[in-house]
């Protein structure tokens, strides 16, 4: 049984992932709606359309996970099923980290105003950038398989003579599973930083012209920075809550500190679907509508009611 913290902060996180995920699903369908009407798709709205849907199912993984860390102790026990959700999840994890960095860097390539000569090249190339990191995609998969197909052996063989998994062994072959993610991380990170520069100059450029639109690109600018600042600590926040959740697969006793690193990791997929549901004008226009229809439907209601 659950004391009375780990049942609050249990349901913090489910609250968490039932938000980000209900985000996600509205990303999704408003991107696919959109699709529908105008018979075309966007790069942009291709990424944040797979960021939604993988993130969906990563978060689904993530909770069915923790349920079973909780409710049964055997997180990584030799059950076939186990071993699936093992494969999903190296799959979906990089294909995330995938959608979310190419979104980055596509904000970057589009916004971002640098007069180097690289700059200028990736900006007239960027679909061999999107094409490059689909294939740093695939290599990741192709040597995180065999690498995790040896865990899942060792585990089995450890298992069967009750031989308990050595943690520096597992956190070693973790780490070299997650270097695609942690090469996705980087380049987001940079991608970032480096608009966020961009963003800055322009706007200490604006300050010495006077018009009357000045306050409002500088307001503009401002608040494009503080969504990218906003990314970066969310995203930095999951790889830490990832940690801890990693982490306590070796602390029998440590169910608290393990729903605290979920709700640590559930505040990305949570909070950043939010983030991009009201900074881009098309999802935003659509969920206007959702609440003005959702409005009407109450009206309607009452006066029934009444």
Same mark, same amino acid.
């Not at 902060?9 to 985000?23: A, K, M, P, Q, V």
């Not at 969906?56 to 349920?67: D, F, H, N, P, T």
């Not at 979104?103 to 679909?127: G, P």
């Not at 942690?182 to 480096?194: E, N, Q």
């Given at each position: 049984?659950?004391?009375?913290?780990?049942?609050?902060?249990?349901?913090?996180?489910?609250?968490?992932?039932?938000?980000?995920?209900?985000?996600?699903?509205?990303?999704?369908?408003?991107?696919?709606?959109?699709?529908?009407?105008?018979?075309?798709?966007?790069?942009?709205?291709?990424?944040?359309?797979?960021?939604?849907?993988?993130?969906?199912?990563?978060?689904?993984?993530?909770?069915?996970?923790?349920?079973?860390?909780?409710?049964?102790?055997?997180?990584?026990?030799?059950?076939?099923?186990?071993?699936?959700? *093992?494969?999903?999840?190296?799959?979906?994890?990089?294909?995330?980290?995938?959608?979310?960095? +190419?979104?980055?860097?596509?904000?970057?390539?589009?916004?971002?105003?640098?007069?180097?000569?690289?700059?200028?090249?990736?900006?007239?190339?960027? *679909?061999?950038? !999107?094409?490059?990191?689909?294939?740093?995609?695939?290599?990741?998969?192709?040597?995180?398989?065999?690498?995790?197909?040896?865990?899942?052996?060792?585990?089995?063989?450890?298992?069967?003579?009750?031989?308990?998994?050595?943690?520096?062994?597992?956190?070693?072959?973790?780490?070299?599973? *997650?270097?695609?993610?942690?090469?996705?991380?980087?380049?987001?990170?940079?991608?970032?930083?480096?608009?966020?520069?961009?963003?800055?100059?322009?706007?200490?450029?604006?300050?010495?012209?006077?018009?009357? !639109?000045?306050?409002? *690109?500088?307001?503009?600018?401002?608040?494009?920075?503080?969504?990218?600042?906003?990314?970066?600590?969310?995203?930095?926040?999951?790889?830490?809550?990832?940690?801890?959740?990693?982490?306590?697969?070796?602390?029998?006793?440590?169910?608290?500190?393990?729903?605290?690193?979920?709700?640590?990791? !559930?505040?990305?997929?949570?909070?950043?679907?939010?983030?991009?549901?009201?900074?881009? +004008?098309?999802?935003?226009?659509?969920?206007?509508?959702?609440?003005?229809?959702?409005?009407?439907?109450?009206?309607?209601?009452?006066?029934?009611?009444?």
């Amino acid at each position: 049984m659950l004391s009375t913290a780990e049942g609050i902060l249990l349901f913090i996180s489910t609250s968490e992932s039932i938000l980000g995920i209900l985000g996600d699903v509205f990303i999704g369908v408003a991107s696919c709606n959109y699709y529908v009407k105008n018979k075309k798709l966007s790069t942009i709205g291709f990424i944040i359309s797979g960021l939604a849907i993988s993130r969906i199912c990563l978060v689904w993984l993530l909770i069915m996970g923790a349920y079973a860390k909780l409710f049964s102790g055997q997180l990584l026990s030799p059950v076939n099923t186990n071993e699936y959700i *093992n494969y999903l999840w190296v799959i979906i994890n990089n294909l995330s980290a995938l959608f979310a960095t +190419s979104l980055s860097v596509f904000y970057f390539l589009k916004i971002a105003n640098f007069s180097h000569h690289m700059f200028l090249w990736l900006k007239r190339k960027i *679909n061999l950038v !999107f094409i490059f990191l689909m294939g740093c995609l695939l290599v990741t998969w192709l040597l995180s398989f065999p690498l995790l197909e040896k865990l899942i052996q060792n585990s089995k063989r450890n298992t069967s003579q009750q031989v308990p998994i050595k943690k520096s062994d597992f956190i070693i072959v973790c780490g070299l599973l *997650n270097m695609g993610v942690i090469f996705y991380f980087v380049v987001a990170v940079t991608a970032c930083f480096l608009l966020i520069i961009s963003l800055w100059r322009h706007r200490s450029r604006m300050q010495s012209h006077v018009s009357i !639109f000045r306050d409002l *690109n500088r307001e503009a600018h401002v608040k494009a920075m503080q969504v990218l600042i906003s990314f970066i600590i969310l995203y930095i926040l999951y790889f830490i809550g990832m940690a801890i959740v990693v982490l306590c697969l070796f602390i029998p006793e440590g169910k608290l500190l393990f729903m605290f690193g979920l709700i640590i990791t !559930f505040l990305y997929p949570c909070c950043h679907s939010l983030i991009l549901i009201l900074t881009n +004008s098309q999802l935003k226009q659509s969920f206007l509508q959702v609440v003005r229809r959702l409005k009407c439907l109450e009206i309607g209601t009452d006066l029934r009611a009444t």
